[in-house]
């Protein structure tokens, strides 16, 4: 009886102990959750509409961005009005490739719109950048120009990494010297002018710098691990202190922003080549604002 | 008795280990909060620097505008000398105006307008403005998720007693003039 007694006694104890890793594991998971959603804020990107709807409001609107991110292209041009021809497209496409071949690895967009819908230019340009995240991470070697047929507006989008290759006033130079062919609506040949003025910018400097790269939020990685790990051992030990009666019951509680959330450690830390195993937008690239506007 | 002492000891370790969590959480926001406000300081400071050789550059066409770069001078000594992120939103603000009043009264002088110099330090004018302004968005919307976690649980159970206060927004007090966007350049 003391034996059965003491059995008994330690299966409570060992209960008790679950139980408490539990909730410790699932306070880790709630921190990692916060964390997440802390990371998510200081990487402010507005959310993109599915393509579904990108493609309906594009097909509605003949061209006009208004306000929804559409999907990056392979190719990097984006041109939901077709407003450029099949050859048009093609030659920037090529040419997009040699800045990427001759800046290694530098990746430039091009978007192009009948209209911005009143969106400032400057903030429609930062929302595809930063959704499409050109250039690759870490090196941030991006850039994007936006051209608003209608508007009369254009803007180069400098990454953070090409900053110094590409300060403001060369930007401005750029976008100047494309505007005579943006005037007599030449938007191809503007656009390839662009990325070869760019490409001759950016190869003027040795290699772009590797700046900082992302924040370092390498201590609250554990948070997830020991998380998971302790409510498994703390569910396993609960289970069998309750003789094997599973009672599994998915935490209903918590932020519903972090429902569908992927877990910390989860993202690559740089994308593939496009092209290769699907394409999957920009290699990661910040922008922070930099480059030069105008009107046409 | 024995049981009871070590149930104890788990919860207290338990504990620990989960207000260090909290903790080491709010120690990364508010990090990542000052981090963007140094990011505004150097966006600030970088336009600041920019202001003399713009006025250098306007005052060789336009000398007797001299009310338009007084007010340019006292903005710029009042963002040098704030303190508080509302105070320097005041400056900056004060500064975009006076800045904008400078760009307009370029546009009487044909010869400033095509002044290579001129076009380029507006260029890195406008850039600078619109850096303010984005890095103005990123860190308000740090703030307003710092914010927002020191008052959820569990954090607003320690945030207070171990000093993380509410932080200021990155905007000019209401009724100091509307913050101005960056301007564009025409041709």
Same mark, same amino acid.
């Given at each position: 009886?003391?034996?059965?007694?003491?059995?008994?006694?330690?299966?409570?104890?060992?209960?008790?102990?679950?139980?408490?890793?539990?909730?410790?594991?699932?306070?880790?998971?709630?921190?990692?959750?916060?964390?997440?959603?802390?990371?998510?804020?200081?990487?402010?990107?507005?959310?993109?509409?599915?393509?579904?709807?990108?493609?309906?409001?594009?097909?509605?609107?003949?061209?006009?961005?208004?306000?929804?991110?559409?999907?990056?292209?392979?190719?990097?041009?984006?041109?939901?009005?077709?407003?450029?021809?099949?050859?048009?497209?093609?030659?920037?496409?090529?040419?997009?490739?040699?800045?990427?071949?001759?800046?290694?690895?530098?990746?430039?967009?091009?978007?192009?719109?009948?209209?911005?819908?009143?969106?400032?230019?400057?903030?429609?340009?930062?929302?595809?950048?930063?959704?499409?995240?050109?250039?690759?991470?870490?090196?941030?070697?991006?850039?994007?120009?936006?051209?608003?047929?209608?508007?009369?507006?254009?803007?180069?989008?400098?990454?953070?990494?090409?900053?110094?290759?590409?300060?403001?006033?060369?930007?401005?130079?750029?976008?100047?010297?494309?505007?005579?062919?943006?005037?007599?609506?030449?938007?191809?040949?503007?656009?390839?002018?662009?990325?070869?003025?760019?490409?001759?910018?950016?190869?003027?400097?040795?290699?772009?710098?590797?700046?900082?790269?992302?924040?370092?939020?390498?201590?609250?990685?554990?948070?997830?691990?020991?998380?998971?790990?302790?409510?498994?051992?703390?569910?396993?030990?609960?289970?069998?202190?309750?003789?094997?009666?599973?009672?599994?019951?998915?935490?209903?509680?918590?932020?519903?922003?972090?429902?569908?959330?992927?877990?910390?450690?989860?993202?690559?830390?740089?994308?593939?080549?496009?092209?290769?195993?699907?394409?999957?937008?920009?290699?990661?690239?910040?922008?922070?604002?930099?480059?030069?506007?105008?009107?046409? | 008795?024995?049981?009871?002492?070590?149930?104890?000891?788990?919860?207290?370790?338990?504990?620990?280990?989960?207000?260090?969590?909290?903790?080491?959480?709010?120690?990364?926001?508010?990090?990542?909060? /000052? &981090? =963007?406000? @140094?990011?505004?300081?150097?966006? $600030?400071?970088?336009?600041?620097?920019?202001? +003399?050789? *713009?006025? %250098?550059?306007?005052?060789?066409?336009?000398?007797?505008?001299?009310?338009?770069?007084?007010?340019?001078?006292?903005?710029?000594?009042?963002?040098?000398?704030?303190?508080?992120?509302?105070?320097?939103?005041?400056? /900056? &603000? =004060?500064? @975009?105006?006076?800045?904008?009043? $400078?760009?307009?009264?370029?546009?009487?002088? +044909?010869? *400033?307008? %095509?002044?290579?110099?001129?076009?380029?330090?507006?260029?890195?004018?406008?850039?600078?403005?619109?850096?303010?302004?984005?890095?103005?968005?990123?860190?308000?919307?740090?703030?307003?998720?710092?914010?927002?976690?020191?008052?959820?649980?569990?954090?607003?159970?320690?945030?207070?007693?171990?000093?993380?206060?509410?932080?200021?927004?990155?905007?000019?007090?209401?009724?100091?003039?509307?913050?101005?966007?960056?301007?564009?350049?025409?041709?």
């Amino acid at each position: 009886m003391p034996e059965d007694n003491a059995k008994s006694r330690a299966s409570r104890r060992q209960g008790a102990i679950g139980k408490l890793l539990m909730a410790l594991g699932a306070g880790a998971i709630l921190q990692s959750c916060h964390t997440q959603t802390q990371n998510d804020a200081a990487n402010i990107a507005p959310s993109s509409a599915s393509g579904a709807q990108v493609a309906a409001a594009a097909a509605q609107n003949g061209g006009a961005f208004t306000g929804a991110v559409p999907e990056l292209e392979p190719g990097f041009v984006v041109d939901p009005g077709k407003i450029l021809d099949e050859a048009a497209r093609t030659a920037l496409t090529n040419e997009i490739a040699a800045l990427e071949a001759t800046t290694g690895g530098g990746q430039m967009g091009v978007a192009i719109f009948t209209t911005l819908s009143g969106i400032p230019v400057e903030d429609a340009a930062l929302r595809m950048a930063r959704t499409w995240k050109l250039g690759r991470s870490g090196a941030d070697d991006g850039a994007l120009l936006l051209v608003a047929t209608q508007d009369r507006e254009v803007r180069l989008e400098v990454g953070l990494g090409w900053e110094g290759a590409i300060p403001d006033s060369v930007a401005g130079d750029i976008i100047r010297s494309i505007s005579p062919e943006l005037k007599a609506g030449k938007w191809g040949e503007a656009a390839q002018d662009a990325v070869r003025r760019v490409g001759a910018a950016v190869r003027g400097e040795p290699a772009p710098r590797r700046k900082g790269g992302p924040p370092d939020d390498s201590d609250s990685f554990p948070a997830m691990p020991l998380g998971m790990f302790s409510l498994f051992v703390g569910f396993a030990m609960w289970d069998s202190s309750r003789g094997g009666k599973r009672k599994l019951r998915r935490d209903g509680g918590g932020d519903a922003g972090t429902a569908g959330a992927p877990p910390i450690g989860a993202f690559p830390p740089s994308r593939p080549h496009h092209f290769r195993g699907g394409f999957h937008g920009g290699g990661g690239g910040r922008f922070g604002g930099g480059g030069a506007s105008g009107r046409f | 008795m024995k049981g009871n002492f070590s149930t104890v000891a788990v919860a207290a370790a338990v504990l620990a280990i989960a207000g260090c969590n909290v903790y080491n959480g709010l120690v990364n926001r508010s990090e990542g909060v /000052d &981090a =963007a406000w @140094s990011d505004i300081n150097t966006m $600030l400071q970088r336009r600041a620097d920019l202001v +003399p050789n *713009l006025v %250098a550059t306007v005052k060789g066409y336009a000398a007797h505008e001299n009310e338009v770069f007084t007010e340019i001078a006292e903005a710029r000594s009042k963002l040098a000398g704030a303190k508080t992120p509302s105070e320097s939103a005041a400056a /900056d &603000a =004060a500064l @975009s105006g006076a800045l904008g009043r $400078l760009l307009a009264i370029s546009e009487a002088y +044909p010869e *400033l307008k %095509a002044n290579e110099n001129f076009l380029r330090l507006q260029d890195e004018l406008s850039g600078t403005e619109n850096r303010i302004a984005v890095a103005r968005k990123d860190y308000n919307g740090l703030v307003k998720a710092y914010n927002a976690s020191i008052r959820r649980l569990p954090a607003s159970l320690v945030a207070g007693p171990l000093g993380f206060d509410k932080k200021d927004y990155f905007e000019p007090p209401a009724g100091e003039g509307a913050v101005q966007t960056a301007p564009s350049v025409s041709f």
